[in-house]
């Protein structure tokens, strides 16, 4: 898959609008999505196996770990220890939220005696980002879903959905965090360019010298099914299942579009 060139960063130093309103309302498919995990679970099982070690995945704002057990549950039959949050309800980074995400992550990499890949869906993607920031030597990779960390917080339809959510200032908030900066460990987002909530470009990762491990990888999914797209499922065992990366990322490679037959059509190039 070709990957944007170095140094180029491919989000507008310009806002650009939220998703509009044709698109919100596709985010009702969000059902179908889930239902085609069925008819999908033969070809779901080809994906390659993982070498066991520890998965915590975020869920998204207003969500719990309820919506991310169908993936868990996924990933747990490609070999990998998963485990959820912990944390109820994801009403956004209140008191005390980050301080018990990195005492999760610093008890499981304890207890499994290695580095966790993090993967988070939509603001569960941020949480992950930012603690692989501070914690790059517990974090083996992170993964997010159509997570906004690229692009100004007016270009999602839920930044009032979070302020309210969290009774906090999401301007203020976002001056707190170099949000687009990618963790120094392999990072992969996942978008679509039919994401109802998040304008797409904002989840677009520029690759840069600093951390040439990064990527992104476009699917076809609403924002609400995209933790439960079987093309999503997908990617999100592929990447979890490199090897250890090494601290000169020797060990990683990018994601190469599956050659098994239609796959490629829910895998569109993201620089068409």
């Known amino acids: 898959m070709p ?8 989000v507008s130093s310009s806002p650009f609008p939220p998703p509009g309103w044709p698109l919100l309302a596709l985010e009702l498919r969000a059902p179908w999505e ?24 975020f869920p998204g704002l207003t969500a ?4 991310t057990l169908p993936l868990r549950r996924y990933l747990d039959s490609r070999n990998y220890n998963t485990v959820g949050w912990g944390q109820g309800l ?9 301080d018990a995400a990195k005492r999760q992550l610093q008890a499981v990499a304890d207890a499994s005696g290695n580095t966790v890949s993090l993967v988070g869906w939509s603001l569960g993607g ?4 930012e603690l692989a920031k501070e914690m790059p030597d517990r974090v083996r990779c992170v993964i997010t879903l159509g997570t906004p960390f690229a692009g100004h917080h007016r270009s999602t339809n839920a930044w009032r959905i979070y302020q309210f959510a969290s009774g906090r200032d ?24 039919s994401d ?13 010298s600093h951390n040439p491990h990064t990527e992104n990888i476009e699917v076809v999914a609403s924002h ?4 439960l797209n079987p093309s999503a499922w997908w990617a999100v065992a592929d990447r979890l299942a490199q090897p250890q990366t090494n601290k000169s990322g020797a060990a990683w490679k990018p994601f190469q579009r599956p050659a098994l037959p239609g796959l490629q059509l829910v895998f569109p190039d993201p620089l068409r």
């Open 34 to 57: 889930f239902g085609a995990v069925l008819p999908a679970w033969p070809v779901l099982q080809r994906a390659p196996l993982g070498d066991g070690h520890s998965v915590i995945v």
């Open 90 to 98: 994801n009403l956004g980074p209140r008191d005390g939220v980050l």
């Open 64 to 67: 719990g770990d309820a919506t």
């Open 170 to 193: 999401i301007e203020r908030e976002t001056e707190n965090y170099n949000l687009p900066e990618a963790p120094p460990v392999p990072t992969t987002s996942i978008f679509s360019r």
């Open 3 to 10: 990957r944007l060139s170095k140094d180029t960063d491919p």
């Open 196 to 208: 109802g909530v998040v304008a797409w470009r904002g989840s677009l990762q520029a690759q840069s």
């Open 224 to 227: 609400f099914g995209m933790g």
């Open 126 to 129: 941020i949480y992950a980002r």
